[in-house]
């Protein structure tokens, strides 16, 4: 696990943000105060005693509440049913649903929230979610209340709301502890920040005292990082790069983007769309007639609010996923009866979000998930045979391109990071040289450095004429790598900007479905 | 016609009990989250163990001893899959092949092949009046577990839909990492519901062998097992529709035997393996027609892991 000699001193009444870049420790840190996980060494007061949870249990008693960063409700049962969940009221020893949605409802009302007790949980915006989670905690009396990664899911809109939220929480002398890695809003909301990096806590400051590029400077250990030892080239991460770019929280991190020219592409269209049709896993329909058109040399964001559409349309443009219904060219062939093996054929690839699923078998080795989707080709084949030789050359030219650490054809795929996975697989997909790429959520989980290069090799692909769909759940990438953005909402297009009409607010109300206010 | 419809209704209340206990009990385990393929198993086991103790004791604590024993193999699976995490498909098949072998070895080896000695069937009640009702003249002269078959399916309604612990066992089946997170134990839960099914198995099995049968036999339960499987996902995971679904098995079944005997003409048309399979190709059918497992609960056969989300 992930914790070394972290420590963390919580104050009551106060709303403390816990930074840090993905796998440094924050969220395993806050499992263990919860009792989810248990500490192989250390001590836990609380109040100046010490304590030791032995379940979530023991933590609900003494008064702490999480909001996991994945929800923890059940989607086929209500809201009321989820927040009693494990103290429910009864009636002679039957459930008492009457009175838990009146409980529910005084206690959502009581923290000026709006939620409909009786409602099905799977049929509540991501937003309306997350109230429900906030909401069992504080049902649970919660004086303390642990936030991860609460907004890594939310439009702006919903961001600010959540931030009052949190400080009307603090206001009424709760603690709240804010799991987060954008750092703008952090500065935004919390009055201490604790910094952590690799399963340590590593600095605590005050919010008014600090600045974006200094706690990012913190939480990528400035200059101390040993570029082999986490397989990030320190040329990525080093300090010049992060001054100076204080804008957008995590994004201030990243190396800044060549500023480019507004023109927009000008290039053959390579994908045209009309009002596509489809139907999602659970059945009902997910895309409800969606045009698009993505030219040559341009990279086309795809925002929205996970759910609305996004990955399914990733799907019928790489032939996973059948059309029910419009029409479409997708690089000089019809768009209907398309299958992976076609759209490979035209020139499509393909960076899918869940790569483990879906991109690369994790037990092969590396030059085996090269060669993957062209291994009946030169280099990697020659006639029958696969050409073991011309494998590991090609396979030994992309790991140095894309600096993946180990550089090292032959160990099994598991064994890189995940950072260094994702650079395999679009090292793999771009080296054959697609004319339209679709991605999905590319860098999601993956660290600052590795983010970086993604993001440059999304641009190369797009400098080499490629066409690029990008579908992303992280606005701040959206708006940094795209040309064009396209918004999705239950599965239609609510909003179409091209890149110098880009503004975040009004993107964020698209994203929960409202309608152009002006023409 | 009224007659043959009145036999018809009567077999179908005298076959179904094993059938429907097994469906609730397999639906219980998996409502929970955990694959419950090892019933047939469980049954087998009630029924062997119910026809020996019935040798020597009441057959009704006979019957009580094969519930006990359902749930004592069922605690295997258990075991292997709560406590081992291991896949819970190979370890309910498992299961059955060591019902199937270790049930063949020790009837032969204590009673020979033929099955085990005859026993004293559980006496079956006569209503009062009710006979003489055309129809519903057929609900009288079961046994106890006909009776208790009727009624038990909407208990378990009640437990499921209007208890806290029945809200607990549905939110363990789709979502454990919530109830985990509230500090309730997933495999406490869990545990509770297979050693239940277990139970209900168990008890299916010893109906079987105490009053459809008055022995254990070389092949009990013959497939009934399954049969209570396709009963429970055809009944979309419920206990009504589990009910219901076996009742419609059981009604298969009794048109099968009520065709042999009133139409012996058939024979001749149609081949007797025919009609023996007719209640499993029954459940193909409505399985195939069924389609995907779309209302199976949502982390059924996924073990439960504390660090993983």
Redesign the interface.
């Known amino acids: 696990?992930s914790l070394e000699d972290a420590s963390l001193d919580i104050v009551p009444g106060e709303l403390l943000a816990v930074v840090g870049e993905n796998g440094a420790g924050k969220s395993s840190l806050m499992n263990v105060l919860?009792?989810?996980?248990h500490p192989d060494a250390g001590t836990f007061l609380m109040d100046g005693k010490p304590v030791r949870f032995k379940?979530?249990?023991?933590?609900?008693a003494k008064g702490i509440g999480?909001v996991?960063q994945?929800f923890?409700?059940?989607?086929?049962?209500t809201v009321a049913?989820?927040v009693v969940?494990?103290r429910?009221p009864?009636k002679r020893?039957?459930?008492d649903l009457d009175r838990a949605c009146d409980e529910v409802a005084a206690t959502a009302k009581r923290f000026g929230f709006q939620l409909d007790p009786r409602a099905r949980v799977d049929t509540l915006t991501v937003g309306s979610q997350q109230k429900v989670e906030i909401v069992k905690a504080l049902h649970r009396g919660a004086q303390v209340l642990i936030l991860d990664e609460p907004t890594a899911v939310l439009t702006p809109q919903e961001s600010d709301e959540l931030s009052q939220v949190m400080r009307g929480l603090v206001a009424q002398g709760r603690t709240v502890v804010l799991i987060s890695h954008k750092l703008k809003e952090v500065l935004g909301v919390a009055d201490r920040v604790a910094v952590m990096r690799r399963g340590r806590t590593v600095a605590e400051v005050r919010a008014s005292e600090t600045t974006v590029s200094a706690l990012a400077a913190l939480m990528v250990g400035e200059g101390s990082r040993g570029a082999a030892m986490t397989g990030v080239p320190a040329t990525a991460v080093t300090a010049t790069h992060l001054t100076g770019t204080g804008t957008t929280g995590a994004a201030a991190a990243l190396p800044p983007a060549p500023v480019e020219p507004a023109a927009a592409s000008t290039g053959p269209v390579v994908l045209e769309a009309k009002d596509l049709r489809a139907t999602g896993d659970n059945?009902r329909p997910a895309l409800q007639g969606v045009s698009l058109t993505v030219r040559a040399g341009e990279i086309v964001g795809i925002a929205g609010v996970d759910g609305n559409g996004q990955r399914e349309l990733a799907e019928v443009l790489t032939g996973l996923r059948k059309l029910d219904g419009g029409e479409g060219t997708l690089l000089g062939g019809p768009l209907v009866g398309l299958t992976p093996a076609l759209a490979k054929a035209r020139g499509v690839g393909h960076v899918p979000e869940d790569r483990l699923a879906r991109a690369v078998v994790k037990a092969m080795t590396v030059e085996e998930n090269v060669a993957l989707g062209r291994h009946r080709q030169p280099p990697f084949a020659r006639g029958p045979w696969v050409d073991f030789k011309g494998r590991r050359e090609r396979t030994e030219q992309l790991l140095t391109g894309y600096d993946v650490r180990p550089n090292d054809p032959t160990v099994a795929l598991q064994a890189l990071s995940g950072g260094n996975q994702q650079k395999v697989v679009v090292a793999r997909e771009l080296d054959a040289r697609p004319e339209l790429l679709v991605v999905v959520q590319p860098t999601r989980g993956l660290d600052i450095g590795a983010v970086a290069q993604v993001h440059e090799r999304l641009r190369d692909a797009k400098a080499r004429g490629a066409g690029v769909v990008m579908v992303s759940l992280d606005l701040e990438e959206v708006l940094a790598l795209s040309d064009r953005v396209y918004v999705l909402y239950e599965g239609r297009v609510t909003g179409h900007f091209p890149r110098k009409d880009l503004d975040e607010r009004e993107l964020g109300r698209r994203m929960l479905g409202a309608e152009a206010s002006h023409g | 016609m009224l007659e043959v419809l009145h036999s018809l209704l009567f077999s179908t209340l005298d076959a179904a009990p094993a059938l429907v206990f097994a469906a609730l009990g397999a639906m219980l385990s998996e409502r929970a989250g955990v694959v419950s393929v090892g019933v047939e198993g469980m049954m087998r086991t009630g029924a062997f163990c119910a026809a020996v103790a019935a040798l020597v004791m009441p057959t009704p604590l006979a019957v009580g001893v094969g519930m006990a024993a359902g749930a004592g193999i069922a605690a295997v699976h258990g075991f292997l899959s709560i406590r081992w995490r291991s896949d819970q498909v190979v370890s309910g098949m498992a299961l059955n092949l060591v019902a199937m072998a270790g049930g063949t070895y020790l009837l032969e080896s204590f009673f020979g092949p033929n099955g085990t000695p005859s026993i004293t069937q559980l006496s079956r009640w006569n209503i009062p009046g009710l006979s003489q009702v055309p129809l519903l003249g057929a609900l009288s002269g079961h046994a106890a577990p006909t009776y208790l078959a009727l009624t038990l399916p909407f208990l378990f309604h009640?437990l499921l839909s209007?208890?806290?612990l029945?809200?607990?066992l549905?939110?363990v089946g789709?979502?454990p990492?919530?109830?985990?997170?509230?500090?309730?134990?997933v495999p406490a839960l869990r545990w509770g519901a297979v050693l239940g099914g277990g139970m209900m198995a168990g008890l299916g099995g010893a109906v079987l062998s105490t009053t459809v049968l008055d022995r254990f036999e070389q092949h009990t339960p013959s497939g009934l097992g399954f049969m209570a499987l396709a009963a429970m996902v055809f009944g979309r995971w419920t206990p009504l529709g589990a009910f219901a679904a076996a009742l419609f098995f059981a009604a298969g079944n009794a048109l099968r035997i009520g065709l042999a005997s009133s139409a012996p003409w058939l024979l001749d048309l149609v081949p007797q393996g025919f009609l023996l399979a007719l209640p499993y190709l029954l459940t193909l059918l409505v399985l195939a027609l069924q389609g995907q497992r779309?209302h199976a609960p949502?982390a059924l056969g996924i073990p439960f892991e504390?660090?993983s989300?």
């Open positions: 696990m919860y009792g989810l996980y379940s979530p249990r023991d933590a609900i999480m996991h994945h923890m409700l059940v989607p086929t049962l049913e989820n969940l494990g429910e009864t020893g039957l459930l059945g | 009640l209007r208890t806290p029945g809200l607990r549905r939110a789709d979502k990492h919530a109830v985990a997170t509230l500090g309730l134990s779309g949502a504390q660090e989300r």
